[in-house]
């Protein structure tokens, strides 16, 4: 069996791994671990991956027999990081009934509530652009290096096929985090949001839950009523706290 590592998330506090297991080209199974330094959130991500395996499968062939090779990060120099905050959610305005002669007013019919994934991006990401540019002049980076990075982390060749606005953001985000003169080819990838919903679509599917068994858990544990109000650290927060659920239930 073939494991795989990826660094989802570094900064100043803590790191967030990503580990997979590969059996004749099919996925096993993932998990997430978090820890101060990437190699503890590695071992924690194996830990939970063995056991996952382990309790759907039956015995099999350890987990953690051969480590897998894992992103080396440097620690960063402790400093503030820019955290983006979450996009306040346009609320459909309710609708009332023309006016009558007479007196009594139609209640107003209830805008609908219905979780959706697809955030309202802005017109004008000129501002963006321009930080990635000066970013990438801060790094060093060529647009081969670049190009590099992008086809890693997006499976893109250019910054200009970022058609979500999340991802752009989320490519900045990460390079802010990024140190001079890094490796194109080594350096962190960014969290992609798109990624993160489906992870924990998968894992409400294998919980078994309906829509209001998930939104009353998202509203307990993080006080929002829709993912789509989370930032995408919050996103991969509550994805670890569904896995925690799944691990409880297998």
């Known amino acids: 069996m073939q494991i795989r590592a990826e660094l989802c998330h570094v900064d100043t506090l803590r790191c967030i791994v990503r580990v997979e297991a590969w059996l004749d080209g099919s996925l096993q199974g993932s998990a997430l ?40 990060v ?41 979780p959706s994934e697809t955030p309202t991006d802005p017109d004008d990401w000129s501002d963006e652009l321009t930080a990635i540019d000066m970013e990438i002049r801060r790094i060093g980076w060529s647009r081969e ?17 970022l058609t979500r606005y999340a991802d752009l953001v989320a490519y900045l985000r990460q390079l802010k985090l990024i140190q001079a003169n890094d490796d194109a080819s080594t350096a962190p990838a960014p969290i992609r949001r798109g990624d993160l919903l489906q992870q924990g679509d998968a894992m409400l599917k294998q919980l078994g839950w309906s829509s209001e068994q998930a939104r009353t858990f998202l509203q307990q544990q993080l006080g929002a009523t829709s993912r789509q109000q989370l930032s995408d650290e919050q996103l991969l927060q509550f994805n670890m706290l569904l896995e925690e659920q799944t691990l409880k239930v297998s």
């Open 33 to 72: 671990g978090e820890a101060a330094t990437a190699e503890e959130a590695e071992e924690r991500a194996l830990r939970r991956l063995n056991s996952r395996l382990g309790s759907t499968e039956g015995p099999q062939q350890p987990v953690n027999s051969a480590r897998p090779e894992a992103p080396q």
């Open 74 to 114: 440097d620690e960063p120099t402790p400093k503030q990081v820019p955290v983006e905050r979450p996009r306040r959610i346009e609320q459909t305005q309710p609708s009332f009934a023309p006016p009558t002669p007479a007196t009594h007013q139609v209640p107003a019919t209830p805008a609908d509530n219905t």
């Open 145 to 161: 290096q670049e190009q590099e990075y992008l086809t890693r982390a997006f499976a893109l060749g250019s910054r200009h096929k």
